[in-house]
């Protein structure tokens, strides 16, 4: 990693640190609305393809679209979730200490 690259993340992480966390993402109806939305467009998508209006090869990419849209979500619901506790484990003089010395 170059030492800009690593300033740029130690830089986000400090953010990150400031902020209390992704609160819509944390909402108890995001989830459900998300599913509802994607079984609705697997549905759709389905009856699209079962009627010839949608090719196979064309159904075949919305539905890994749609499956690695699935799995990005749940990764990133899973960081939400586990941030509290890493986040009290971040020693914060240290990053800025080292901020410092990327800056000389």
Partial sequence: M????????????????DRPGARMLEGRFFL???WIVLVS????????????LMSE??????AVL???FIGWILFYLAGIKQ???VRR???????EKRLQELET
């Fill in 41 to 52: 467009m697997f549905t759709l998508m389905f009856q699209l393809a079962s009627r010839r």
């Fill in 89 to 95: 484990h971040i020693d914060r003089a240290s990053i």
């Fill in 66 to 68: 749609i499956g690695t």
């Fill in 32 to 34: 459900p609305a998300i």
């Fill in 83 to 85: 941030w509290p506790v």
């Fill in 57 to 62: 090869p064309l159904l075949l990419v919305v």
């Fill in 2 to 17: 170059t030492p800009l690259e690593e300033k740029k993340l130690l830089i986000e992480l400090i953010k990150r640190l």
